[in-house]
């Protein structure tokens, strides 16, 4: 009866406890600061009770007085290193800001951007630089991602930080295997060995080699590419840019000459879009087959709201599978969804959509509902709404404030479209948008309206939509000569064809009447006569400026930006 009692009234009293009594003061006062710390995450990760006595276990047998003293990488001092050991080096990381100072963190040659207050999201670790043997090189390294912290315009993700490391990581691995002093001598680094440098990379990148010293998440070696070539040249030019601007250089004795042989590694060459095929999107919009998407989301993320969502709005896919609960409403008989546009620094944009896509968010606003009711034993507060996510992901999640990873619904996204029953490999979430955004130019929007749809697109963007949906275009491409935005009446036709066998005379004379310049043609006498303009070449306010069609498409989709 005693037990039966015990176990009804709750069982042990000491379940979920922790006693930290035997240990040394110091170690008992860093586990309460990392318990604590780890409470205060937005996503913490779980640490079982069972977990966190082994560890105190573990600690008294090894007679540990410190958590500093515990190598995470060691698998023979607790009896379940997998997961004691996860919590170790979560714990380090969060008492390291305590014991050591960011001075202290160059010295031993990694960088922490919770030094700075600041976190990367998705990321836990630091950014490790003991692979960069030669000191100099590694301090510049640190010396320069600490500035672009202490500035104003730190990255929205880890990806240029990483950039940079592992750029540095293959200079440094190619001054040790080829430089005579393997680099530890910066005063003799000249010219020429910046430009074997740069040889060596070019090669690599022509043989399809491997990079020297970086590998890829799964240990495999990095192929080089011409995109590596770019992003690599760019990252380490920018360092030792910083270094001579600084003045770091001249400390090191680092010469100007190998500083400035660093070529600037070129832009990053982009495809233009291309948006689904008529017949493609008939298949990823049919909801037979967005039923195989969701057979694919065993723990009900999502998935398939998360694309019916993005095939019918074109937003980004990030911008969809993060948005929060509250983030529809109905005014004025319109529905619209508000979206938080990261990218571009607009967060709560307004968007139209269709009744369609409304009632999909509310009745995935009813599971997300449901969900947190059994989590937490009540309805969601007002305030609560706005910040939980709609598509909240089910692992570390206590709050319902992070949404699903977007890199899963990727990954089930691609397995679904590699599929069997689908077999259209090759296509991914992004056409979504410039599917959209190129049908809306075919039913014949401006550029501003396909920007308050969108949200934003670049120039590069407008021109290949364009380019596709060329019926805007097309009318005016009938026409020969129109009047130039300097005239009284822009767009006006001055000249139109008459047979398509004109004669040598008048094409002559055409050539006679005109001379090209930028954008169209110049009318202007004098200088078809060979005189300089004397109007500083202002032809965009020149009354003299006429425009071919083709011309006259550039100029519109030109006023259209402008606009």
Same mark, same amino acid.
């Given at each position: 009866?005693?037990?039966?009692?015990?176990?009804?009234?709750?069982?042990? %009293?000491? !379940?979920?406890?922790?006693?930290?009594?035997?240990?040394?003061?110091?170690?008992?006062?860093?586990?309460?600061?990392?318990?604590? #710390?780890?409470?205060?995450?937005?996503?913490?990760?779980?640490?079982? %009770?069972?977990?966190?006595?082994?560890?105190?276990?573990?600690?008294?047998?090894?007679?540990?007085?410190?958590?500093?003293?515990?190598?995470?990488?060691?698998?023979?001092?607790?009896?379940?290193?997998?997961?004691?050991?996860?919590?170790?080096?979560?714990?380090?990381?969060?008492?390291?800001?305590?014991?050591? #100072?960011?001075?202290?963190?160059?010295?031993?040659?990694?960088?922490?951007?919770?030094?700075?207050?600041?976190?990367?999201?998705?990321?836990?670790?630091?950014f490790d630089l003991t692979p960069i043997p030669q000191r100099?090189?590694?301090?510049?390294?640190?010396?320069?991602?600490?500035?672009?912290?202490?500035? %104003?315009?730190?990255?929205?993700?880890?990806? %240029?930080?990483?950039?940079?490391?592992?750029?540095?990581?293959?200079?440094?691995?190619?001054?040790?295997?080829?430089?005579?002093?393997?680099?530890?001598?910066?005063?003799?680094?000249?010219?020429?060995?910046?430009?074997?440098?740069?040889?060596?990379?070019?090669?690599?990148? !022509?043989?399809?080699?491997?990079?020297?010293?970086?590998?890829?998440?799964?240990?495999?070696?990095?192929?080089?590419?011409?995109? #590596?070539?770019?992003?690599?040249?760019?990252?380490?030019?920018?360092?030792?840019?910083?270094?001579?601007?600084?003045?770091?250089?001249?400390?090191?004795?680092?010469?100007?000459?190998?500083?400035?042989?660093?070529?600037?590694?070129?832009?990053?060459?982009?495809?233009?879009?291309?948006?689904?095929?008529?017949?493609?999107?008939?298949?990823?919009?049919?909801?037979?087959?967005?039923?195989?998407?969701?057979?694919?989301?065993?723990?009900?993320?999502?998935?398939?709201?998360?694309?019916?969502?993005?095939?019918?709005?074109?937003?980004?896919?990030?911008?969809?599978?993060?948005?929060?609960?509250?983030?529809?409403?109905?005014?004025?008989?319109?529905?619209?969804?508000?979206?938080?546009?990261?990218?571009?620094?607009?967060?709560?944009?307004?968007?139209?959509?269709?009744?369609?896509?409304?009632?999909?968010?509310?009745?995935?606003?009813?599971?997300?509902?449901?969900?947190?009711?059994?989590?937490?034993?009540?309805?969601?507060?007002?305030?609560?709404?706005?910040?939980?996510?709609?598509?909240?992901?089910?692992?570390? *999640?206590?709050?319902?404030?992070?949404?699903?990873?977007?890199?899963?619904?990727?990954?089930?996204?691609?397995?679904?479209?590699?599929?069997?029953?689908?077999?259209?490999?090759?296509?991914?979430?992004?056409?979504?948008?410039?599917?959209?955004?190129?049908?809306?130019?075919?039913?014949?929007?401006?550029?501003?309206?396909?920007?308050?749809?969108?949200?934003?697109?670049?120039?590069?963007?407008?021109?290949?939509?364009?380019?596709?949906?060329?019926?805007?275009?097309?009318?005016?491409?009938?026409?020969?000569?129109?009047?130039?935005?300097? *005239?009284?009446?822009?767009?006006?036709?001055?000249? #139109?064809?008459?047979?398509?066998?004109?004669?040598? !005379?008048?094409?002559?004379?055409?050539?006679? !009447?005109?001379?090209?310049?930028?954008?169209?043609?110049?009318?202007?006498?004098?200088?078809?006569?060979?005189?300089?303009?004397?109007?500083?070449?202002?032809? *965009?306010?020149?009354?003299?400026f006429v425009l071919t069609g083709a011309d006259y498409g550039?100029?519109?989709?030109?006023?259209?930006?402008?606009?």
């Open positions: 009866m005693e037990r039966w009692l015990f176990r009804a009234g709750g069982g042990d %009293p000491n !379940a979920g406890c922790l006693f930290l009594a035997r240990l040394p003061p110091l170690l008992a006062a860093e586990i309460r600061y990392g318990l604590w #710390t780890h409470a205060k995450s937005a996503a913490p990760a779980r640490w079982h %009770p069972i977990w966190l006595r082994t560890l105190v276990r573990s600690c008294i047998e090894a007679g540990v007085s410190s958590l500093l003293e515990l190598n995470p990488e060691d698998r023979g001092w607790t009896p379940q290193p997998t997961r004691v050991n996860r919590i170790v080096r979560e714990m380090r990381m969060y008492v390291d800001a305590v014991h050591r #100072t960011r001075a202290d963190t160059r010295e031993l040659g990694y960088l922490d951007p919770n030094y700075w207050g600041y976190r990367f999201s998705g990321r836990r670790a630091t100099w090189l590694r301090d510049l390294t640190w010396d320069y991602l600490a500035n672009v912290l202490d500035g %104003p315009r730190r990255p929205r993700t880890a990806g %240029p930080f990483e950039q940079v490391r592992r750029s540095l990581i293959c200079l440094s691995a190619y001054l040790s295997e080829c430089d005579p002093y393997r680099g530890i001598r910066p005063a003799v680094l000249t010219e020429r060995t910046a430009r074997e440098f740069v040889a060596d990379f070019s090669r690599r990148v !022509a043989n399809r080699q491997h990079m020297r010293g970086v590998f890829n998440r799964d240990g495999s070696l990095t192929i080089a590419t011409p995109t #590596t070539y770019a992003l690599m040249m760019n990252a380490v030019r920018q360092v030792m840019r910083f270094a001579m601007d600084t003045g770091a250089a001249a400390s090191i004795q680092l010469s100007r000459e190998f500083v400035v042989s660093i070529p600037y590694g070129g832009a990053l060459s982009h495809r233009n879009p291309r948006p689904f095929s008529d017949p493609v999107l008939r298949e990823l919009s049919d909801p037979s087959n967005i039923s195989l998407l969701d057979k694919r989301d065993p723990h009900d993320g999502g998935f398939a709201d998360i694309w019916s969502i993005q095939v019918r709005c074109g937003r980004r896919i990030s911008e969809v599978v993060k948005l929060r609960f509250d983030c529809v409403s109905e005014h004025l008989g319109r529905t619209w969804m508000w979206v938080d546009m990261t990218k571009v620094g607009k967060l709560d944009y307004a968007v139209q959509i269709p009744r369609s896509v409304y009632d999909i968010v509310l009745a995935r606003q009813a599971k997300t509902l449901e969900k947190f009711r059994l989590k937490h034993g009540r309805e969601p507060t007002t305030k609560e709404k706005r910040t939980i996510a709609l598509f909240p992901s089910r692992v570390t *999640n206590p709050t319902f404030a992070r949404s699903v990873d977007t890199g899963t619904f990727c990954s089930a996204f691609k397995d679904w479209i590699e599929s069997d029953q689908m077999r259209l490999p090759g296509h991914t979430t992004h056409q979504a948008r410039h599917t959209l955004a190129t049908r809306l130019v075919k039913a014949g929007a401006s550029m501003a309206h396909v920007k308050t749809v969108l949200g934003h697109i670049s120039e590069r963007m407008g021109d290949s939509y364009v380019l596709i949906a060329g019926s805007q275009v097309e009318p005016f491409l009938q026409q020969v000569w129109v009047a130039g935005p300097g *005239n009284a009446y822009p767009g006006q036709v001055v000249l #139109t064809p008459t047979t398509r066998d004109r004669t040598t !005379a008048e094409q002559l004379l055409v050539d006679l !009447a005109a001379v090209p310049t930028e954008h169209g043609l110049c009318t202007f006498k004098p200088v078809v006569g060979g005189y300089d303009c004397p109007f500083d070449r202002q032809c *965009n306010s020149c009354e003299h550039y100029w519109k989709r030109q006023e259209q930006r402008w606009a």
